[in-house]
């Protein structure tokens, strides 16, 4: 089989290649799948989490997978993240600091994750934030990845990859995971009755969440949502054919005709804010008259 990828980008249209790609290799068995890059002009460096897991998926399938006609511009990119070096490339340094590596995580590597966090990301022209904060901030990109494991139930692992783009001041990281969609897991846990995309917004307003027992859920990603918003930032979240967007502190859903085999979280902060952020409870009565 051989497919031709276009340009992917982090937009509803790059989000829709990667689902026509799961959707053209998803009854692939013991087959020789080449994907072919002559097409692909471009690829936003974070969007090689989705990819990789959709490759990383066709390959437990028992298929051989070739990357070929990998543009020059491409390879340059995806060779200093990691991406290529699972397909035959070797690793290119990344002199200008602008890459969070390509990498795919066992359920149980929470650890591994927080240290990819700490190492990869934080402070990676991410704005000031107060100790207090920063912590809080820590705690809800983690939860994205104990989203992944608990509510997703996969089997395949997590996925993540970032970039930082340093001409268009934007930091983008994704996170995705090839286990039950969101919508599933709202029914299954709640029983509501919900469209993909209403499904997602129902998981990220107030304290809304399929956890069970006495601990909150939830919580995380509504603060990291909030500093998106200040921060005139995005999150996008794609969830079986849901599609999800904060932008420009507006919400804006739409469906996909055939679903992602699991979700996908895209987080862009803009590096460009020099506002300085804490928690409402470490504002002084002091630091407002």
């Known amino acids: 089989m051989k497919i031709f990828l276009q340009e992917i ?12 790609l799961a959707a053209q290799t998803a009854g692939c068995y013991f087959d020789d799948v080449e994907i072919d890059m002559s097409q692909t002009g471009w690829i936003d460096a974070n969007m090689c989490a989705p990819l990789g897991a959709i490759l990383y998926k066709i390959g437990r399938d028992i298929n051989s997978i070739q990357l070929t006609h990998v543009q020059p511009n491409v390879e340059a990119i995806l060779s200093k993240n990691g991406f290529l070096c699972n397909y035959g490339w070797s690793r290119k340094k990344d002199t200008h600091g602008s890459t969070i590596e390509y990498k795919r995580f066992e359920p149980k590597d929470d650890r591994y994750f927080a240290d990819y966090i700490e190492t990869q990301m934080i402070g990676n022209g991410i704005p000031e ?24 139930r996969t089997m395949l692992g997590i996925f993540s990859c970032g970039q930082y783009f340093h001409k268009k001041h934007r930091l983008d990281f994704s996170v995705v995971d090839l286990g039950i969609g ?43 949502r909030e500093f998106i918003i200040e921060n005139d930032g995005r999150i996008q979240i794609v969830s079986e054919n849901g599609y999800w967007e904060l932008s420009e502190g507006q919400v804006n859903t739409r469906a996909f005709p055939e679903p992602f085999p699991g979700t996908i979280v895209n987080i862009e902060i803009n590096t460009a804010d020099s506002k300085s952020y804490r928690l409402v409870s470490e504002i002084r009565s002091e630091d407002i008259f």
């Open 9 to 20: 980008n982090s937009d509803y249209e790059g989000f829709s290649r990667l689902i026509q």
């Open 182 to 224: 969101i919508c599933t897991n709202v029914h299954d846990r709640r029983g509501l009755v919900l469209s993909a995309e209403e499904a997602i917004s129902w998981a990220l307003e107030g304290k809304n969440t399929t956890k069970l027992g006495p601990i909150p859920g939830g919580l995380g990603l509504k603060l990291l």
């Open 129 to 152: 934030m107060s100790p207090g904060l920063l912590k809080k901030f820590r705690e809800s990109i983690y939860e994205i990845f104990s989203n992944s494991v608990i509510h997703s």
